[in-house]
């Protein structure tokens, strides 16, 4: 059975400082892995995914993510934090099968 | 439509009273999927519809839960005798994808919710 863990529920960070959150994932199989964000009252957007390709995923909005293996980690980061980027973030695993299993989710706050 | 959407946006019932959810896809999208997302927990699957047919239902928590979808398009997720613990936003969203498999390549595209408020 495929689940995803991400590593706290709440990050703040301060405007212009790295953004980094955590995402491990279990798998029996060789799997694939997206990162959602959520705005305030909105559905969920594709910020990117990893499908078996390029390790270093690059997504929308200056974000990026690292799939290792050997780690089962898929953290997002961003260089430099805007206060825009505030929201909640979901990292999901995905088989063949195509169902995707979300984690619980990070919520992100910018401070000025 | 140019985006998937979602009726009502909040909706507040009554313990023991049936209650509809409206998911209106993006034209020509045939998949269809129900997510809930309850407080402080992630998005758990309910099901996903391929055309009209349901061939995973797997994620409905009980039988008060069912959902129906017509015409290749709108969907309807009917919750009867609601309890408090159904309290959660109720997320829709399709895809392109003529598989569930397909769905990896092409994406899903969500609704904005209904959030639900069982009294």
């Known amino acids: 059975a495929q689940s995803v863990t991400q590593l706290g529920s709440h990050v703040s960070v301060s405007e212009g400082a790295l953004v980094l959150l955590r995402c491990n994932y279990s798998?029996?199989?060789?799997?694939?892995l997206f990162w959602y964000v959520q705005y305030p009252n909105q559905g969920l957007q594709l910020l990117l995914k990893y499908t078996s390709a390029a390790t270093l995923v690059k997504g929308i909005n200056g974000f990026e993510a690292e799939f290792k293996k050997s780690e089962t980690s898929f953290h997002l980061t961003k260089p430099s934090a805007h206060m825009s980027d505030a929201a909640e973030y979901f990292c999901?695993?995905?088989?063949?099968?195509?169902?995707?299993?979300f984690g619980q989710g990070t919520e992100l706050s910018v401070k000025p | 439509g140019a985006g998937v959407s979602q009726s009502p946006s909040n909706k507040v019932t009554e313990k023991g009273k049936d209650v509809e959810l409206r998911c209106d896809p993006i034209?020509?999208?045939?998949?269809l999927y129900w997510y809930r997302q309850s407080l402080g927990q992630g998005l758990e699957f309910l099901i996903y519809?391929?055309?009209?047919?349901?061939?995973?239902k797997s994620g409905l928590p009980s039988d008060r839960f069912s959902a129906e979808r017509t015409g290749g398009s709108v969907s309807t997720l009917t919750i009867q005798r609601t309890q408090q613990e159904d309290s959660a936003v109720y997320l829709c969203a399709s895809s392109l994808a003529r598989t569930r498999q397909e769905t990896v390549s092409y994406g899903y595209t969500f609704g904005s919710g209904t959030r639900l408020t069982v009294v």
């Open positions: 519809f391929q055309g009209n047919s349901a061939p995973d």
């Open positions: 999901a695993v995905s088989d063949l099968s195509g169902k995707l299993i």
């Open positions: 034209s020509g999208h045939t998949a």
């Open positions: 798998s029996s199989v060789p799997p694939y």
